[in-house]
């Protein structure tokens, strides 16, 4: 296509927070601002070019019918599809309706439920198109995406690693809060990213990075029966800003169950 | 925009946060309609917030809105407190003042500097304006830094921040992390009075409304989390009696509640409510760059609260340098939850405006039901109405010129479209 790569940000349900990443990279900014185009980013600018582009960012889950048909034509228009954050990659905490009735939630919460239009589901961006990476977190990680957006542009594997946060907390030698205070933590089971930041703040991993690779969750409910949680405890750990990636979903189903 | 004398349309407003539109109608040089169509999907917090503990709800409610976290995570905690009649220590107040500051700071330089200063001096968006004016928008990308960096040192990181909790902090900064802010804020404070003589100078449309304003009062302070809620027009009540002044209408056209003054209609909330109702509460540095540049109260004019964000930037920076002076640690970061049922109110003013959280909790701590309205919800009207006023006068004007009025006159309330959308119980038909 010639000159500088088309990068364009599109959003979906989500809280604007990912895509502020990328204006938070205060250091980074301008500088990325001349390596790349960016061509459509409502949230920061007047300026809304059409496709083709590039590199697309994608945050947000897909919670109605227009939705759906509009990813549908993001990902036509783009090379690269990215998808960010919980929300993007998890359906975000907006699936907990995905347990749930949704018509009651609606009911509950408006006066005239018929003006709104909302799918029974929450669901990922992957559940609906090809995504070629997603970055996880709720937030993303800013130097996770500038490190993803260098990598992309320069045809290489990014360097984003899907071990567990136990590591970032051994790294950076926060005591264990589970072995030492007993303290239920999701980090055995949550991929790193966020530099093990709730430890180091004395409480336990909340999970906002969403499952680690091949994450041994019935070794950790145990665990947490061990420290006195009861099921349903369990069950709302998992519950969360990623409740709907599949491993953290088995994991709070099988709690229901018993 | 498709003028032809009939609609004004803004199909994707840019520069604000979440997905919003804006549709005018006009007959003649009447206007007929003026909508704020707000298309953000729902996301249904009140609804999934019930069966959650309560000492989630900090962290979940961060999730309404990337932009202003910590201001979620103010109202929550405080709602909560009340509902569990939890005392916080005096340096967990100061603390959350600090972390407050900090949002402060980033929220409005990022509004300052990136979203609304394009308008006043004529670019598509910060990036190019970068292009001639490099040091304002280093100078705004500074800032915001600066009110990230308190934000992260307390809370962890800047979005979504993992700190806050009912009761206190899940662990508290030393006196010595604290200071390592100084050298940044008195930067800070500085490029603030800047900015304020720099927003100050930009041209603005000669506008003025009659509107009720509404913020937190408090007898000491300029306010963020305690006060009494009062207007310009003689509203002066606790937190618990929001439900009997304010309601909330659901319109056809947005997925946004319409929050309004049972006796009054629309109102005003965010930087110009508090500044003319609190003007005396800012410390004198305030006050005297307010006055340098000729900004005093009562301010009428939509346009100017860049300028008040500015004087609010100088007034952050100095309260969280005087806060840090103060600053000794407490005996333990938190108070303990007690096991009881209740029923808890409180109001915060996040950066654009109040933000009301009420929470029914069970005396296991479950949440049994949940109310948030967010400024945005409480400004919507009263941008419209803005709308019906201001747009007659433009009539003559090209097309383009007119479309970026109304998008400028939109962006003036820093609206959070997101924060706007998600479900806000209703109790209003039995009206």
């Known amino acids: ?258 | 925009m498709s003028r032809g004398g009939k609609t004004i349309r803004v199909d994707y407003l840019a520069r604000v946060e979440g997905e919003g539109g804006i549709y005018i109608k006009l007959k003649g040089d009447q206007v007929q309609d003026v909508r704020l169509k707000i298309f953000e999907p729902p996301r249904l917090f009140e609804a999934f917030l019930r069966g959650r503990h309560c000492s989630e709800v900090p962290d979940i409610t961060a999730r309404i809105c990337g932009i202003c976290p910590v201001a979620y995570q103010m109202s929550a905690v405080h709602a909560v407190e009340r509902a569990l009649g939890i005392e916080i220590d005096p340096a967990v107040r100061l603390l959350r003042r600090l972390f407050y500051c900090g949002e402060w700071i980033e929220s409005h330089s990022l509004h300052i500097f990136m979203l609304h200063a394009p308008d006043f001096l004529g670019y598509p968006d910060a990036i190019q304006m970068a292009r001639d004016h490099r040091g304002v928008v280093e100078q705004g990308l500074r800032l915001k830094k600066t009110g990230n960096r308190i934000v992260t040192l307390m809370g962890g990181r800047e979005i979504h921040p993992i700190s806050a909790a009912v009761g206190g902090f899940h662990k508290v900064p030393s006196k010595t992390g604290l200071r390592s802010l100084v050298e940044d804020l008195k930067w800070a404070l500085d490029a603030s009075l800047s900015t304020v003589r720099l927003v100050a100078g930009f041209e603005f449309p000669d506008f003025e409304q009659d509107y009720e304003f509404v913020a937190l009062s408090h007898p000491d302070e300029y306010p963020f989390n305690e006060g009494a809620l009062v207007s310009n027009r003689g509203l002066s009540i606790d937190a618990v009696q929001y439900e009997e002044h304010f309601m909330e209408q659901h319109v056809k056209y947005s997925n946004a509640l319409h929050s309004c003054l049972r006796e009054r209609g629309s109102y005003l909330v965010g930087p110009l409510a508090r500044f003319n109702l609190n003007f005396s509460r800012l410390p004198e540095i305030a006050q005297q760059a307010a006055r340098d540049c000729g900004l005093a109260p009562p301010c009428r004019n939509p346009f100017r609260s860049i300028v008040v964000r500015a004087v609010e930037l100088v007034f952050a920076c100095h309260e969280a340098l005087c806060v840090i002076a103060e600053y000794e640690p407490p005996p333990a970061p938190r108070v303990e939850m007690p096991g009881r049922a209740g029923v808890g109110s409180a109001a915060t003013e996040a950066p654009r405006g109040l933000l009301y959280h009420r929470y029914e909790i069970d005396e296991r701590g479950i949440i049994l039901l949940a109310k948030i309205v967010p400024p945005t919800s409480q400004n919507q009207k009263r941008i419209e109405d803005d709308l019906r006023h201001f747009v007659p006068g433009l009539m003559t004007r090209p097309a383009e010129e007119i479309t970026l009025r109304c998008e400028q006159a939109v962006r003036n309330y820093d609206p959070c479209i997101s924060c706007a959308t998600h479900f806000l119980r209703l109790k209003i038909d039995r009206e």
């Open chain 1, 1 to 258: 296509m010639g000159g500088k790569p088309r990068i364009a940000v599109f959003k979906f349900a989500s809280c604007d927070g990912c895509q502020l990443s990328l204006l938070d990279a205060e250091d980074e900014l301008l500088g990325v601002a001349e390596a790349v185009d960016i061509v459509y980013f409502p949230e920061a600018s007047r300026t809304m070019l059409k496709g083709p582009y590039d590199i697309v960012l994608v945050e947000g889950s897909i919670t109605t019918l227009h939705d759906a048909e509009r990813i549908q034509q993001v990902r036509r228009q783009c090379r690269t599809l990215i998808t960010i954050g919980a929300c993007a990659t998890a359906g975000g905490i907006q699936a907990l309706r995905n347990w749930k009735d949704v018509d009651e939630f609606v009911r509950v919460v408006y006066a005239t439920p018929q003006f709104i239009s909302t799918l029974k589901m929450s669901t990922p961006i992957t559940e609906h198109v090809q995504v070629d990476f997603e970055l996880r977190g709720c937030p993303i990680n800013k130097r996770q995406l500038i490190e993803l957006i260098t990598a992309t542009l320069a045809g290489r594997k990014p360097n984003i690693p899907a071990y567990s946060v136990c590591l970032e907390c051994k790294r950076r030698g926060t005591v264990c809060v589970v072995v030492a205070r007993g303290v239920a933590c999701l980090g055995p089971v949550t991929q790193a990213g966020c530099a093990a930041l709730c430890p180091s703040f004395d409480r336990g991993c909340y999970g906002c990075y969403g499952p680690m690779e091949s994450p041994n969750t019935g070794s950790l409910t145990n665990q947490f029966r061990i420290l006195g949680q009861s099921n349903r405890q369990i069950s709302q750990s998992f519950r969360s800003y990623n409740a709907w990636a599949w491993q953290f979903r088995k994991a709070s189903e099988e709690c229901e169950r018993e």
